[in-house]
C-alpha cells in the first residue's frame, strides 16, 4: 500500500481511504438488457440463491452474495460481471440509439457490451484493441451477451483507420485507457507490488496518443469520454491537461450519481487547465467501490 | 491471399471497397451474402434468401425475425448476423468481427451457433427439445445423454425454463435416441 501514500494530499479522509483499499469488492453483475429485463433477472438471480441487492445509482446492476460466472441467468447471457465503478464511464457517455460509437479500448469488452446495451443494439459500436488475447476475451463476451451492432478491430488505437466502414467520424468516443490500475486493488492486491514511475510514465505516453486519435475521429459537437482506475494524476489529468492543448475539445460538466471528488489542477509542481475540475475523481471509500477517474469532453472543432 | 472457397470470375459486385475485383471468398474478409442466387457472384455462398429460410423450414421461425439484420460470410460457410438498421456498410469489410456468429454451412447439415439461438431461437416453433433443470445442466455441463424425443433428428434449439418463461440455451445434435450438446468448450458450465 506503499504506493497509495502519494495521495495523501488529495484524499480527504485518508484513513477511510485506505481502510476501504484493504477490504474485498462484492461481485457486482451487470442486466444485459438485449436479453432480458431486470425484474426477470432478479428473479432468476433469486432462484440461484445469489441474493441480489440493487445498486441504487444505476438501475440493472446488482451486488451478489456468490460468484457470478455459474449459474443459469449467466448462461444465458443475461448477465455480465462488472465492478460498479466500470459502469460509469458508458453511463456518461450517454449513447443514443443510433449512435456511431468508438470504444477506443475496448477488451474485454464490459463497456463495450453496455455501451450496445444502452444503443438497444442499433447504430454502430466498433470495438478497438491492440492485443489478441483480450480480444478473445471481447469476442466471447459479444457473443455471449447477444451483441450484433459492433464491429471489432484489431490495431493499436493511435493508429485507428475508419477505412473498413461507412462512417468518417464518430458521435461519440469511448478511452477507458490501459493505465497503472491503482484503482483495482481491492480486486487485484498484486496490482501495487507491480508500480513503477516508468510505467506510469510510459503508460500515460500511450494513454495520450489514444486519446488525441479519439478527439480526432469524433465529429465537432461530438463527445468524448475519458477514464482510468487510477488515481495517478500523471495518467489523469496531465493527459487531459495535454490533449487539451492539442486537440479541438473542451471538458464539460457531469453530474454523476455518485459520490465523487473534483479533478485536481495542481499536482507535484505541475498545473493543470482550471477547467478540469469538472472531472471525477472516485475513491473506493465514497461508494465502497474500486477507485476510477473520469472525465467528460465535447469536440469543438 | 489464400483462395479458400472460391475460383475467380468477372463481376467486380461488392468488392470495390477493399479495392479488389476478383469474387472469391477471403477468409479474412466479410462478405454481405447474395440476397438471391442470381446475384451470387461466389461460387457455394449460401444467399440470405437460403439462410433465412433454413430458419423457417428447421426451426419455424419467421424471415420477419431478421428484419434489419444483415447476413455476411467470413471462411466459407462461417455466417455472422449484424444490427444494420441504421448504419449501413460497405459490401466488403476488412475487421476482426462483425456483429455475432449465426451459423455454419460448410457441411451437410447446418448448424447454428449457441450465440445464434439465444438471439433468434425465441421465435422457433419447432425442433426445439424443452429440458427439466437437471438435464438441461448436463447439457449445459457439455455431456451427452440418452433421451426419447419424437421430432426430427439433428440439430435441436435445447430450452428450459428460467425466470417463468421458457428461453433457448443451446445447441443439441439428436440421433440414435441421443442427444449430444454442443455447447462451447468455453461456455460450458458446471452448475
Known sequence: ?301 | MSDEGGAGGESEHGDEAAGEDRPENRPHRFDRLPATADERTVPDRPTRAAVLEWFEERFGIPPGAFEGYSLWERGAGKIWVLAEADKPEPDAVDVEALGMTLLRTRQEYWKPTMAGVQKVGGHATRNILELDDERAARFLAGEEQDLEWEGDWGYLIVAHEIAGGVEPLGVGLYTYGTLRSQVPKGRQREL
Not at chain 1, 10 to 38: H, I, K, M, Q, Y
Not at chain 1, 167 to 176: P, Q
Not at chain 1, 244 to 263: I, K, N, Q, S, T
Open chain 1, 1 to 301: 500500500m506503499d504506493v497509495l501514500e502519494r495521495y495523501e494530499p488529495l484524499v480527504g479522509d485518508f484513513a477511510a481511504f485506505l481502510a476501504a483499499c484493504e477490504r474485498p469488492l462484492p461481485s457486482v453483475v451487470r442486466v444485459n438488457t438485449l436479453r432480458t429485463t431486470v425484474e426477470r433477472a432478479r428473479e432468476a438471480l433469486a432462484e440461484a440463491g445469489l441474493e441480489p441487492e440493487p445498486v441504487g445509482w444505476h438501475p440493472g446492476l446488482f451486488r451478489l452474495s456468490g460468484q457470478p460466472g455459474a449459474n443459469w441467468p449467466y448462461a444465458h447471457g443475461w448477465l455480465h460481471g462488472q465492478e460498479e465503478v466500470s459502469a460509469v464511464p458508458a453511463r456518461v457517455l450517454d449513447p443514443r440509439p443510433g449512435d456511431v460509437v468508438w470504444d477506443a479500448t475496448a477488451a474485454p469488452g464490459s463497456k463495450t457490451t453496455q455501451l450496445a446495451a444502452l444503443m438497444d443494439d442499433s447504430g454502430r459500436v466498433v470495438a478497438t484493441d491492440n492485443n489478441i488475447g483480450r480480444i478473445a476475451a471481447l469476442r466471447s463476451n459479444t457473443e455471449r451477451l447477444g451483441v450484433t451492432n459492433t464491429a471489432v478491430t484489431t490495431e493499436d488505437a493511435r493508429n485507428h483507420s475508419l477505412k473498413p466502414f461507412a462512417h468518417d467520424a464518430y458521435d461519440r468516443a469511448l478511452v477507458d485507457a490501459p493505465c497503472s490500475c491503482e484503482g483495482t486493488v481491492r480486486k487485484n492486491p498484486d496490482t501495487l507490488e507491480e508500480w513503477t514511475m516508468e510505467h506510469v510514465e510510459g503508460v500515460a505516453a500511450v494513454q495520450k496518443g489514444v486519446l488525441r486519435r479519439a478527439v480526432q475521429a469524433t465529429r465537432e459537437g461530438g463527445t468524448v469520454v475519458y477514464s482510468t482506475c487510477t488515481f495517478a494524476p500523471e495518467e489523469n489529468e496531465a493527459v487531459l491537461d495535454y490533449v487539451l492543448g492539442e486537440e479541438d475539445c473542451r471538458p464539460v460538466e457531469m453530474a454523476l450519481p455518485l459520490e465523487y471528488a473534483p479533478g485536481v489542477t495542481e499536482w507535484q509542481g505541475e498545473t493543470y487547465d482550471d477547467r478540469l475540475t469538472r472531472a471525477a475523481r472516485i475513491y473506493p471509500h465514497q461508494n465502497d467501490t474500486g477507485g476510477f477517474f473520469c472525465a467528460k469532453l465535447e469536440v469543438t472543432g
